[in-house]
T-cell receptor, first 115, second 113 residues
Framework: GENVEQHPSTLSVQEGDSAVIKCTYSDSASNYFPWYKQELGKRPQLIIDIRSNVGEKKDQRIAVTLNKTAKHFSLHITETQPEDSAVYFCAASRTTSGSARQLTFGSGTQLTVLP | DAEITQSPRHKITETGRQVTLACHQTWNHNNMFWYRQDLGHGLRLIHYSYGVHDTNKGEVSDGYSVSRSNTEDLPLTLESAASSQTSVYFC????????????FGPGTRLTVT
């Protein structure tokens, strides 16, 4: 099955600086890579996702890049703000004939933005 | 508004007891999932369902069971609760077909003493 590794497990940055979280996956057939944000005591929520037919996707201050050859993808947050402090999870999945819709999650990164 | 709910939000039970956690969604989603969240392990898939009467085992299914008798509900049962099952449990749902965003419920914190 799929295995997703996520690094670092904790990350502290100064407000205004950039943050990068990296994930690797094992199944070369994976083609969908979402990122979820989980604030303390809350449910995980999707913040951005990318499919294997694109290499980069941006949404305001967040971006995700995908390197299919190396089987890794990264989350980039620019101009970090205190409200970006949360746990971030990467995930991977593959779709074959409409099946295999489950996600395999990384172990999470606790991001702390210091004022 | 459509939503996904879980009950109870907090539960304390004793070792060996049977426990059922409820999950209810009003989006009419075909896909439903149960995860457990433990520090250092992220979200691990317990069971999932792609439609009524369909259930599948996930990565950590031992000691858990689910049944899907309608589109809206996927209850998770711990047959004989163990201390190792102390965790936060999240239910999620998504539309049918190709992989799409999963919407998570608020979670249930289960403590097995």
């Amino acid at each position: 099955g799929e295995n997703v590794e996520q690094h670092p497990s904790t990350l502290s940055v100064q407000e205004g600086d950039s943050a990068v979280i990296k994930c690797t996956y094992s199944d070369s057939a994976s083609n969908y890579f979402p990122w979820y944000k989980q604030e303390l005591g809350k449910r995980p929520q999707l913040i951005i996702d990318i499919r294997s037919n694109v290499g980069e996707k941006k949404d305001q201050r967040i971006a995700v890049t995908l390197n299919k050859t190396a089987k890794h993808f990264s989350l980039h947050i620019t101009e970090t703000q205190p409200e970006d402090s949360a746990v971030y999870f990467c995930a991977a999945s593959r779709t074959t004939s409409g099946s295999a819709r489950q996600l395999t999650f990384g172990s999470g990164t606790q991001l702390t933005v210091l004022p | 508004d459509a939503e996904i709910t879980q009950s109870p939000r907090h539960k304390i039970t004793e070792t060996g007891r049977q426990v059922t956690l409820a999950c209810h969604q009003t989006w009419n989603h075909n896909n439903m999932f149960w995860y457990r969240q433990d520090l250092g392990h992220g979200l691990r898939l317990i069971h999932y369902s792609y439609g009524v009467h369909d259930t599948n085992k996930g990565e950590v299914s031992d000691g858990y069971s689910v049944s899907r008798s309608n589109t809206e509900d996927l209850p998770l049962t711990l047959e004989s609760a163990a201390s190792s099952q102390t965790s936060v449990y999240f239910c999620a749902s998504s539309e049918g077909g190709t992989v799409r965003e999963q919407y998570f419920g608020p979670g249930t914190r289960l403590t097995v003493t």
